[in-house]
């Protein structure tokens, strides 16, 4: 089950920064509002993965 957590984690990673050298690419990028997000993103999938790890006796 770990390996679960941790292929979807990389797994959003992984979209996250296709999606945004697509932005790159195509539009304006805005880092300020990339620099706020990606902090706050990250912080609810690790949370959302503390959740998931807890053990369900």
Do not use: C, E, K, Q
């Not at 539009?27 to 998931?52: K, Q, S, T, Y």
Request: no cysteine; glycine share 16%; hydrophobic share 60%.
């Amino acid at each position: 089950m770990t390996g679960d957590r941790a292929a979807f984690a990389f797994g959003i990673l992984a979209l996250a920064l296709a999606g945004l050298g697509l932005w790159n690419s195509y539009g304006h990028v805005d880092w300020h509002l990339v620099g706020v997000l990606a902090p706050a993103g990250m912080v609810v999938i690790g949370v959302g993965m503390l959740l998931l790890s807890r053990n369900h006796n």
